[in-house]
Each structure stands twice: as structure tokens, then as C-alpha cells.
Nanobody, 124 residues
Framework: QVQLVESGGRLVQAGGSLRLSCAAS????????MGWFRQAPGEEREFVAS????????YYADFVKGRFTISRDNAKNTVYLQMNSLKAEDTAVYYC?????????????????WGQGTQVTVSS
């Protein structure tokens, strides 16, 4: 199994930037596609971005295209989410997840392992 721990969430003003990190332990993340999801209060958990094992393919939800960038460093066993031009509606708990399947997925039930989440709050 792999354990995932997110960090980097905090209070930031609208228009600002944050970089979230997801540190893995227990197993190398190089065998997993990795994803970021988020969940706002009272809302369903939604897909944000995903990245293939090698980092060669990425996929984004429409609402973050051009603002967020997912990346990974397999040598450090870490995945990142760079978030720019943050908006109040980006406020949510952000979760990192690992997917052992071949296809790069965007459905939360396709992911096998989850972190505990990190809170991002964007003030307007």
C-alpha cells in the first residue's frame, strides 16, 4: 500500500498562488497515476487534475485549465499542484489520490489510495 500526506494548504487572497504537495510513503508512486481532487462544504468531491506515471500526460478539469498545474517528482515520491490566479470558489479541502489502473482517470471511484486532505481557503 501507499500512504499519502498532503501539505501546503492555507488562507490566501484571491488572485494569489499556492503550491500543494503530496508526499508518498510505503511504495514508490512511479507505479501509480496520481490525481488531485477537492471537496467544498456541502459539495461532492470533484476531480481537479491527474498525471500519468511518467508525468508525460496530464488532464485537467475545465475550471482549472490555465490556472493549475500538476507535476510529479518520482525520485522524491511527491506530487505537486501549483495553483495560480486563485478564486474564492477554489476554497475546498484538496485531496491527493493514487490510481493503479492503466488509464488516466477522473472519477474518484477509480482511485485506490487517498490522503487526508489539506484545506485551501481563498478570501475575496
Amino acid at each position: 500500500q501507499v500512504q499519502l500526506v498532503e501539505s501546503g494548504g492555507r488562507l490566501v487572497q484571491a488572485g494569489g498562488s499556492l503550491r500543494l504537495s503530496c508526499a508518498a510513503s510505503g511504495r514508490t508512486i512511479s507505479i501509480y497515476n496520481m490525481g488531485w481532487f477537492r471537496q467544498a462544504p456541502g459539495e461532492e468531491r470533484e476531480f481537479v487534475a491527474s498525471i500519468s506515471r511518467s508525468g508525460g500526460y496530464t488532464y485537467y478539469a475545465d475550471f482549472v485549465k490555465g490556472r493549475f498545474t500538476i507535476s510529479r517528482d518520482n525520485a522524491k515520491n511527491t506530487v505537486y499542484l501549483q495553483m495560480n490566479s486563485l478564486k474564492a470558489e477554489d476554497t475546498a479541502v484538496y485531496y491527493c489520490a493514487a490510481d493503479s489502473r492503466v488509464r488516466l482517470g477522473e472519477q474518484k471511484n477509480e482511485y485506490d489510495y487517498w490522503g487526508q486532505g489539506t484545506q485551501v481557503t481563498v478570501s475575496s
